[in-house]
Structures are given as C-alpha cells and as structure tokens.
C-alpha cells in the first residue's frame, strides 16, 4: 500500500476538535475502526499537516458535514488535519482485548479510548502507545489475547 494521503474532515464533536487542533506534523494516530461489527486498531497513520478549518463545513450546504454556523474558514467552528498512511497491522487489535488487557494493565486501563469510546479524536500517551504495540507484535506471534 502507498503513502496514500487523506484529509481527516467531518469531526463535528468539540472536545474531538481540540484534540485535532493539538496535532503536530509527524504525529502517529491510530486508524480504529469503530462504526463496525468488531471495532479495532487496525493501523497507523502519521500527521502530515497541522490543523486548517474543514472545508466540508461551510462549502457545500448539501455535503453531509455542512454547518451553517461555519459560513467561511475565517469563521469556521471546526478543523480538519492530513495523514499520511503509516501501516496496517497484520492483525487489528480488538476493542474486546483492550478491554481484556486492561483488566491486568493500569496503562491501558487509563486509555481515553476505554473510558470515552465514543470520542473519534483522543490524545494517547507514549507509554499507552508502547503498550499496544506490544498487544499488536504479541498477538502477531499467535497470543491469544483475551486468556
């Protein structure tokens, strides 16, 4: 897969928003998916612009992240950042075994992804990244990690 650019856009929550206006160039995010079945880390993104008012908001009136409040990017409420994709894992970890590792973990048990799932943009610590990183390299050597 190449280093195939998106613009992260469409955050409409203003605790999301703060955190995106917190992001610097070089920064690693997680991709999780979260509107599924089987919501999951499943790979790495890195930021490769700081944050810019999101276009999506007051260009287009019948775009589904449209905000009439945000009638220009002088006078825009939200913000969007560009990532580069970074990886993907091998294997995604699993809400489920973060939860289950967090039980015998207090780094992960601290995760703002545990306490407000909901959030789709949250700071994540350098020792919580390491922590899951390790969660990933286990279980790609066959850990099952919900024992």
Not at 10 to 25: D, E, F, K
Not at 78 to 96: A, Q
Not at 109 to 122: F, I
Request: hydrophobic share 35%; charged share 25%; glycine share 4%.
């Amino acid at each position: 897969m190449g280093k195939t650019r998106e613009e992260w856009d469409g955050v409409r929550n203003y605790a999301a928003r703060n955190h995106l206006r917190s992001m610097n160039v070089g920064d690693l995010c997680w991709f999780y998916h979260s509107s599924c079945a089987t919501p999951a880390i499943v790979g790495t993104c890195r930021v490769v612009r700081k944050a810019i008012p999101d276009v999506t908001a007051f260009q287009d009136p019948k775009h589904p992240n449209y905000d009439p409040k945000s009638t220009s990017a002088e006078n825009c409420r939200w913000d969007s950042v560009l990532v580069e994709f970074d990886s993907l894992y091998e294997t995604p970890i699993t809400l489920k075994e973060l939860r289950h590792q967090a039980k015998h973990n207090q780094v992960l048990e601290n995760m703002m992804l545990l306490k407000r799932g909901r959030l789709s943009v949250m700071p994540v610590t350098a020792t919580e990244w390491l922590q899951v990183q390790d969660l990933m390299e286990r279980k790609a050597r066959g850990e099952n990690l919900l024992d």
